[in-house]
T-cell receptor, first 117, second 112 residues
Framework: GAVVSQHPSRVICKSGTSVKIECRSLDFQATTMFWYRQFPKKSLMLMATSNEGSKATYEQGVEKDKFLINHASLTLSTLTVTSAHPEDSSFYIC?????????????FGPGTRLTVL | GQQVMQIPQYQHVQEGEDFTTYCNSSTTLSNIQWYKQRPGGHPVFLIQLVKSGEVKKQKRLTFQFGEAKKNSSLHITATQTTDVGTYFCAGPVEQGTYKYIFGTGTRLKVLA
């Protein structure tokens, strides 16, 4: 149980285009999902917290108009990188916290590697 | 701002040797989590410690939460090649938000 999927796993796009990444909790409901960015051989940097039915909260330094987050249901959150540029190339990982969970354990998706040419 | 640092950054050990990574927070933590990320993979939850001075064991892994709840350690006894990966500790950012800040990570390489 507690599986989180991400789609796509890899994407290559041209500079200036927008890319949407989906994060789904497959076998549980997630009231809260988190989006992270990870540079090669580095730690995870929290970008934003996505709450079902409300606006996402962004961490300091993360542009909300650049990284659009939508949490439309208890099992789906999307991250759209708008007008992508080469510096947006990174590994984006989502995680989800189970609605019924009494713990703070986060279940991570497999990640999406974005390359902007 | 809040920082969570880990040492060492890298560790290479011979298979069978022990390994320890240390996690230090700039603030007192209500709890601390540990995750393992295999090369090319995603973080996987290992454990959560809540109580001051708490020690928990999972087979060859021993986790400890400091008395002051500002540091933690993960010790692996007799490493195996399957232990390869990066180990992250994570501490909560704010009460009630379930947001966590991840440590800088320790990358473990086990030489057969």
């Amino acid at each position: 149980g507690a599986v989180v999927s991400q789609h796509p796993s890899r994407v290559i796009c041209k500079s200036g285009t927008s890319v949407k990444i989906e994060c789904r909790s497959l076998d549980f409901q997630a009231t809260t999902m988190f989006w992270y960015r990870q540079f090669p051989k580095k730690s995870l940097m929290l970008m934003a917290t996505s709450n079902e039915g409300s606006k996402a909260t962004y961490e300091q330094g993360v542009e909300k108009d650049k990284f659009l987050i939508n949490h439309a249901s208890l099992t789906l959150s999307t991250l759209t990188v708008t007008s992508a540029h080469p510096e947006d190339s990174s590994f984006y990982i989502c995680s989800a916290r189970a609605r019924s969970s009494g713990s703070n354990e986060q279940f991570f998706g497999p990640g999406t590697r974005l390359t902007v040419l | 701002g809040q920082q969570v640092m880990q040492i060492p950054q890298y560790q290479h050990v011979q298979e069978g040797e022990d390994f320890t990574t240390y996690c230090n927070s700039s603030t007192t933590l209500s709890n601390i989590q540990w995750y393992k990320q295999r090369p090319g993979g995603h973080p996987v939850f290992l454990i959560q410690l809540v109580k001051s001075g708490e020690v928990k064991k999972q087979k060859r892994l021993t986790f400890q939460f400091g008395e002051a709840k500002k540091n933690s350690s993960l010790h692996i006894t007799a490493t195996q090649t399957t232990d390869v990966g990066t180990y992250f500790c994570a501490g909560p950012v704010e009460q009630g938000t379930y947001k966590y800040i991840f440590g800088t990570g320790t990358r473990l390489k086990v030489l057969a």
